[in-house]
Nanobody
């Protein structure tokens, strides 16, 4: 059974930092790409950052320089370090894992107060 467990969301003030984690189980030998998406109220889900199995990364323009995606293949876990957070970063953040199929986490709320 495939399971993605996200953690690390919460409420922080603008300028603060958070670190999200997403641990995958059930498909650990078949994971290729891992990514973070976010969805703010009334908006479409958008890509935040992605990382390949080999460590190549891709970021949305508004996150470059502030967010860092990384992964630990041995732990089947992807991380998102978020610094210099802004109120407009408030959203539900989802991890996405590509393996035999595409899998989504349940989402974790990130709220940035001004």
């Amino acid at each position: 059974q495939v399971q993605l467990v996200e953690s690390g969301g919460g409420l922080v003030q603008a300028g603060g930092s958070l670190r999200l984690s997403c641990a995958a189980s059930g498909i650990i030998f078949s994971i290729n790409g891992m990514a973070w998406y976010r969805q703010a109220p009334g908006k479409q889900r958008e890509l935040v950052a992605a990382i390949s199995r080999g460590g190549f990364t891709n970021y949305a323009d508004s996150m470059k320089g502030r967010f860092t995606i990384s992964r630990d293949n041995a732990k089947s876990t992807v991380y998102l370090q978020m610094n210099s957070l802004k109120p407009e970063d408030t959203a539900v953040y989802y991890c996405k894992v590509t393996g035999p199929n595409i899998y989504w986490g349940q989402g974790t709320q990130v709220t940035i107060s001004s």
